[in-house]
């Protein structure tokens, strides 16, 4: 594209375009005068530094132009634009992205997408599963197998034929009868992450004296996690209320060690519980004389 030269007259309406800017502007945030570009004929627009704080290196654009033949120039735009070294906020991310761990709130809610890798379709209630459903043929052969309805009786007294368990009572069982349930990339990435968080290469996990598995704090989880998970319920652990894995540990495992039993005290050298009357004066002294070998102890007193 060749460059255009500028309209004389509309680039001459610098103050027009100053006016203009400062009319959009805060009070005192329209800053120098940087050049003049030409958009089209007889169509230029003046840039000005803008001083607004919070706004570094953006620049205040005034777009003016004029009728053809015309000397009056007018105002066409006034826009606030970043220029080559303006401070701009990063690139606008879906909140889908954005969001991480620990940010929902109450009232808060966060709905899945329909596709979903960590989910794939449960049983809901109809009768035969979907196709792509947890509830397969191996199901329906559990259901028919272990889940009839027997009537005592030879089958002539029965009223009606046994009729095969229902599908919905094994799904039930299993926890499968809902809208959606984990798929296996959803259970291999909530593994992960707890392994992550308390596992067995975490420095707790490398000093503890034992794992989660034989500590007597551990309550098992149901599925087929409980292989390699369990839940803390030690309030003194740092991973009381947690998901661990069976490999992590820490120093509060309930086998770590025996409390030992306090040391008895040794008996004392100078037993001062004990008092012992003790004479201030032997006999001679208090008899000015020789005492009788048979003649009692007086005993001591005050006078």
């Known amino acids: ?51 607004e704080p919070g706004y570094r290196g953006w620049r205040w654009a005034v777009t003016v132009t004029r009728a053809s033949r015309a000397k009056v120039v007018t105002v066409d735009e006034t826009v606030l634009l970043p220029g080559p070294d303006a401070l701009l906020a990063p690139e606008w991310v879906p909140w889908s992205e954005r969001l991480r761990p620990g940010d929902l709130g109450p009232g808060d809610l966060l709905p899945s997408e329909a596709e979903d890798l960590r989910l794939e379709p449960g049983y809901s209630g109809e009768d035969s599963p979907p196709p792509n459903s947890v509830v397969s043929e191996e199901m329906q052969q559990l259901a028919a197998v272990e889940d009839a309805d ?3 009786g030879p089958p002539a007294a029965q009223e ?75 309030e003194f652990s740092p991973a009381d209320g947690r998901v661990v894995s069976l490999a992590y540990g820490c120093g509060a495992h309930s086998e770590a060690a025996v409390m ?34 048979d003649a009692p102890a007086e005993e001591l007193g005050h006078s």
């Open 160 to 234: 009606t034929p046994p009729a095969a368990g229902s599908i919905a009572a094994v799904a039930e069982e299993l926890g499968m009868r809902r809208a959606r349930v984990l798929s296996r990339y959803g259970l291999h990435v909530a593994a992960d992450r707890w392994d992550e968080a308390f596992g067995a290469k975490t420095p707790m996990a490398q000093a503890a004296p034992a794992s989660c598995v034989t500590c007597g704090f551990l309550v098992p989880i149901a599925g087929s996690l409980r292989q390699a998970f369990g839940v803390c319920a030690n």
């Open 1 to 51: 594209m060749r460059s255009r030269t500028p309209d004389r007259l509309c680039a001459e309406a610098v103050e027009l375009a100053r006016e203009a800017a400062a009319e959009a502007a805060r009070p005192g945030t329209v800053g120098e005068y940087v050049r003049a570009v030409a958009d089209a004929d007889r169509v230029v627009t003046h840039l000005f530094e803008c001083q």
């Open 260 to 293: 030992p039993k306090p040391p008895r005290p040794a008996p004392p050298v100078i037993d001062e519980t004990v008092v012992e009357p003790l004479p201030l004066r032997g006999p001679a002294e208090r008899t000015g004389g020789s005492v009788e070998p």
């Open 150 to 152: 027997v009537t005592a």
